[in-house]
């Protein structure tokens, strides 16, 4: 099915120059770039984004380092993009994430994990009104 989702290039990815080697894993598997935006996270925006982990203990935590300094946030398409992104982003904890998957390569911690994706077609359509409506 062909889909889109919504990906973030997180801030400890921008701060060490890695978004040109995060795009090309996504360009190289033959998903399409179909919309980027180099942005400063509001803590607004963040907190609707991560709406599913309001009240846990890490919530703070994620806000602040989502916000700290820019990100980019895309769209990528492509047959089965969703999963696909998914299983080139790798696991939440970088630690645990396969060989040679963008987590696995360049994440740092569970909390600083490089990437996101959305992780079904619901969330990208909710995501996609966050990011860019
Ligand atoms: P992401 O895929 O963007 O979705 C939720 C994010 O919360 C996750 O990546 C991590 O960055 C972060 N996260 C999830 N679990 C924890 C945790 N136990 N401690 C800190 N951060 C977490």
Redesign the pocket.
Known sequence: MYEKTVV?I?PDAVERNLIGKILSEYERNDLKISDMNLMTASKETTEAH?AE?KG???FE??VA?LTRSPIVVLVIEGENAISRVRALNGT?NPADSGDNTIRALYGLS????T???SDSKESAEREYAIWFE
């Not at 569970?110 to 994990?113: A, Q, Y």
């Open positions: 973030l997180k991560y982990h846990k203990p890490f935590r994620l380092y939440t569970l909390s600083e994990n990437v996101h994706s």
